[in-house]
């Protein structure tokens, strides 16, 4: 079975960090990729992180969220730092793997209120 399943989501106060985690499982994932939907807004892009080891940061966050990658492990991981109420969202994590087959997870909440 191919899935993506994101976990670490939760409430954080302004100024916070938290990280996310987003486990594969079936395939190999070529390019790994977090997205975020904020409440009542389109879903965005927040970061790709390729089979190349390379990393796309959105403008928004690129000063403040990293993007890293655990091979061994299927795992890729959403450091948020410094997080404030526009990161609100929910998270999601997306895979292609290398037939081209793209699944999505089902999402995590993160909320960032004081």
């Known amino acids: 079975q191919v899935q993506l399943v994101e976990s670490g989501g939760g409430l954080v106060q302004p100024g916070g960090s938290l990280r996310l985690s987003c486990a594969a499982s079936?395939?190999?994932?070529?390019?790994m990729t977090w997205y975020r939907q904020p409440p009542e807004k389109q879903r965005e892009l927040v970061g790709v992180?390729?089979?190349?080891?390379?990393?796309i940061l959105a403008e928004s966050v690129k000063d403040r969220f990293t993007i890293s990658r655990d091979d061994a492990k299927n795992m890729i991981y959403l450091q948020m730092n410094s997080l404030n109420s526009d990161d609100t969202a929910v998270y999601y994590c997306?895979?292609?793997?290398?037939?081209?087959?793209?699944?999505w997870g089902q999402g995590t909440q993160v909320t960032v209120s004081s």
């Open positions: 997306r895979g292609v793997t290398t037939s081209g087959l793209v699944v």
């Open positions: 992180f390729s089979s190349g080891s390379s990393t």
């Open positions: 079936g395939r190999i994932f070529r390019t």
